[in-house]
């Protein structure tokens, strides 16, 4: 059966630092895999998306970047963290169109 | 743009009472739709779906969905509701010819016992 897997689920970093978060999918091969953030009142907020291997899409222009080194392994990373970098951070996978499979997101502060 | 609209940020409703959530998108072509719920403390679960065909989805929990093509809509129902279904709802929508799934942001709906 298809996992997905994203860690840490908590973090706390200060202002300046790098971040990386990651997300790794098992039981099926070629993913299209996602990054959103979730905040209160605005739904979810699609950052980035990938369809393949190098392959990444941004949506919202900011000071995150992600990035896709292997087929199920998804990753979304910042040089230096803003305070409006908090949140939570959900990774979620599927194949075709098919519906979303999430994981369990990541609660990021920024101090 | 493509984008996804929920004008409903807040319902409260008594239990038995029906349930109808507006969701709107902008976009002229293909589109696959979707309605997630999120109960307190959980995490995101798929409700229904519409691919294609009959354009009345039904769905788990007794909620169904119509897809109006000529209104941009895919509006989530529920006959009458019940306190178990307090929760957030997001509407979502993949475009065709791009792997973009973007989500509303989401009504809040708590209901009363």
């Known amino acids: 059966s298809q996992t997905i897997h994203q860690w840490p689920a908590t973090l706390v970093q200060p202002v300046g630092s790098p971040l990386s978060l990651e997300c790794t999918v098992e039981?099926?091969?070629?993913?299209?895999l996602y990054w959103y953030r979730q905040a209160a009142g605005r739904g979810l907020q699609l950052l980035f998306y990938?369809?393949?291997?190098?392959?990444i899409s941004s949506e919202v222009p900011q000071n995150l970047s992600a990035s896709r080194p292997q087929d199920r392994q998804f990753i979304l990373s910042s040089k230096k963290l803003l305070l409006s970098d908090s949140g939570f951070y959900l990774c979620?996978?599927?194949?075709?169109?098919?519906?979303?499979?999430f994981g369990n997101g990541t609660r990021l502060t920024v101090t | 743009a493509q984008s996804v609209s929920q004008h409903n940020h807040h319902v409260i409703l008594s239990e038995a009472a029906s349930l109808e959530l507006g969701c709107n998108y902008s976009?002229?072509?293909?589109?696959?739709l979707f309605w997630y719920v999120q109960y307190p403390g959980q995490h995101l679960q798929l409700l229904l779906k519409?691919?294609?065909?009959?354009?009345l989805v039904k769905g788990i929990k007794g909620f169904e969905a119509e897809f109006i093509k000529s209104k941009f809509s895919f509006n989530l129902r529920k006959p009458s509701v019940q306190w178990s279904d307090t929760a957030e709802y997001f509407c979502?929508?993949?475009?065709?010819?791009?792997?973009?799934?973007?989500f509303g942001t989401g009504t809040r709906l708590k209901v009363l016992a």
């Open positions: 979620a996978w599927s194949v075709d169109n098919s519906p979303l499979h």
């Open positions: 976009y002229g072509g293909t589109v696959n």
């Open positions: 979502a929508v993949i475009f065709s010819g791009t792997y973009k799934y973007i």
């Open positions: 990938s369809v393949g291997i190098g392959q």
């Open positions: 039981g099926t091969s070629n993913p299209n």
């Open positions: 519409y691919f294609s065909g009959d354009p």
